[in-house]
């Protein structure tokens, strides 16, 4: 009797414990099926303008520049520019001493002189000469001149014209030997060959010029109001680039600011090592802010489209590139749903989307690294367009 009541003591307890448990699970799914609303910040949809470039680097060159060298051997007598200083095509920078040259110049100039004065003497003994050969003819026809007499005065009167041929020519020697030594004398006055900023200078007064090729030189001349930036398109990008296209970037060296250039030319070989292409961008400088030899980054407009819808990259879920698929949260109600959606076109931190959403959907943009398909969400910021 007592084991029996036993049994049914245990029995019931066993009941109550089965159904304490029951009441357990169902209370945790009800907390499961009641999840907090997570707070998220969205945007929206909205069709846009997407500028579609190919990402370049390179460093910037003046597009004139002139290394100026001395054309003779001398010693610097005088310089007459500093560095920083600009100056225009013609400008003096400095002379070279040519006290020998200007000694030729003398020389020359004299034996010119010369020459000339033997010219005019031949001249007038050609015009003596031809007036006793026209004086025998004529005593010849009167009879009281032998023919002896014609033939010697004629004779005289070639002769007195090769003179003159060769006295004219010894004119044109002595002053191609003037305009030489003139040549020379002017060369010891170095002058800018074009308009500029001297970059560099490199003699002072009393320094050994030289007039050898090997030599260094002697002053820098860059024109920073025209700059050519030369970049490297790789070999996918290479068919979207043309000359006239645009292109924007920025430097280190201001930071904020974004300048711009446009593409000029477009090599017609390709680099036989990596078989990438070299383009030469041009940029207007006139405020000449931007220098020779900075280092720029930016992209080569390549096509311009309008009502594109685009996301920032960090709103997109287990982001495909290269096959263009991706994962995007969009707020319907008060919860969220995840799209699958296609990628398009990459424009630097905003991507394309396709297909898979509309204009006028809300997604999310932040708070979305926890969330799941159909939970609920809270509202609690974000931009009311992109």
């Known amino acids: 009797m007592i084991r029996i009541f036993s049994l049914i003591i245990v029995a019931v307890l066993g009941a109550g414990s089965l159904y304490g448990c029951s009441r357990q699970g169902e209370a945790t799914a009800s907390q499961v099926s009641k999840r907090p609303p997570l707070a998220v910040e969205v945007a929206i949809l909205t069709p846009g303008r ?80 031809e007036r006793e050969r026209n004086r025998a003819c004529q005593l010849k026809a009167a009879g009281l001149a032998t023919q002896q007499g014609v033939d010697d005065a004629e004779s005289e009167e070639a002769t007195a014209r090769t003179r003159v041929e060769a006295a004219r020519a010894l004119v044109g020697t002595a002053r191609e030997e003037g305009r030489q030594a003139e040549s020379r004398l002017a060369k010891g006055l170095v002058r800018a060959p074009m308009a500029g900023v001297v970059a560099l200078r490199a003699i002072n007064v009393g320094d050994l010029a030289s007039d050898a090729a090997a030599a260094p030189s002697a002053f820098t001349i860059v024109d920073n109001r025209r700059l050519d930036l030369t970049v490297t398109i790789p070999a996918p990008d290479q068919a979207k ?25 477009i090599n017609p070989l390709l680099d036989s090592a990596d078989r990438s292409l070299k383009v030469v961008v041009k940029v207007e400088n006139d ?97 009311a367009a992109l």
């Open 241 to 265: 680039v043309r000359p006239g296209q645009s292109l924007t970037f920025t430097t280190e060296a201001m930071p904020g600011e974004e300048f711009s250039g446009r593409v000029e030319y």
């Open 50 to 129: 997407q500028v579609e470039g190919v990402r370049v680097t390179g460093t910037l060159a003046p597009k004139d520049q002139a290394e100026v060298k001395t054309e003779i051997a001398g010693l610097v007598r005088e310089v007459f520019v500093t560095e920083w200083v600009r100056v225009e095509k013609g400008t003096p920078l400095a002379r070279i001493d040519v006290s020998e040259t200007e000694a030729q110049v003398r020389r020359a100039q004299a034996a010119q002189a010369q020459a000339q004065a033997a010219l005019a003497e031949a001249e007038v003994a050609a015009v003596r000469a």
């Open 287 to 383: 405020d000449e802010r931007l220098k020779g030899g900075m280092f720029v980054s930016g992209r080569i407009i390549v096509a311009e489209r309008d009502g594109i819808l685009q996301v920032p990259r960090p709103a997109l879920l287990g982001w495909q590139m290269a096959a263009g698929q991706a994962g995007l949260f969009v707020v319907e109600g008060d919860t969220v749903q995840r799209r699958e959606v296609k990628t398009g076109a990459v424009d630097g931190d905003l991507v394309e989307i396709a297909s898979g959403a509309k204009a006028g959907e809300r997604y999310v943009i932040r708070g979305g690294f926890t969330l799941k398909d159909g939970d609920p969400v809270t509202v609690t910021g974000g931009k």
